[in-house]
């Protein structure tokens, strides 16, 4: 292994770190879930969902936006935050997806045995 995958890894490491220390927390799914059902809020519409203080939801916020799961775009005074699904789909694809291959392919040749006629 070069040394360029070694470092390359460990960025990875770092990264995937912070995604899933984000994920972790339910108040910060909570913000993933308030996001995908209405992307674009301003942290006070964010705050109304949450019972906890604007400092506590912006440090949410903060990891999130760290773990790259929000972007966030200035309107005037305002700063708008969005959802950012793409680390969710790496983790779907890193994680889960190579997982469900195996069981896929089972029930597929379990549902084909079943519908083989007899003869």
């Known amino acids: 292994m070069q040394a360029n995958d070694c470092v390359l890894q460990m960025a990875e490491r770092r990264d995937t770190d912070v995604l899933f220390k984000a994920l ?3 108040s910060r799914r909570k913000l993933l879930d308030l996001l ?3 992307d674009g809020r301003t942290l006070g519409e964010l705050c109304e969902y949450l019972d ?5 939801v912006t440090q949410h916020l903060d990891l999130l936006e760290a ?15 969005f959802l950012n699904p793409v680390p969710l789909q790496e983790i779907y694809e890193r994680w889960i997806a190579k997982f469900e291959k195996p069981r896929l392919k ?3 040749n379990l549902k ?4 083989k006629p007899d003869g």
């Open 52 to 56: 906890m203080t604007r400092q506590g």
């Open 67 to 81: 773990a790259n799961l929000v972007a966030t775009v200035r309107r005037g005074r305002e700063k708008l935050h």
């Open 112 to 115: 084909l045995r079943l519908e």
């Open 106 to 108: 089972a029930l597929s």
């Open 24 to 26: 972790a927390d339910p």
């Open 36 to 38: 995908h059902a209405h």
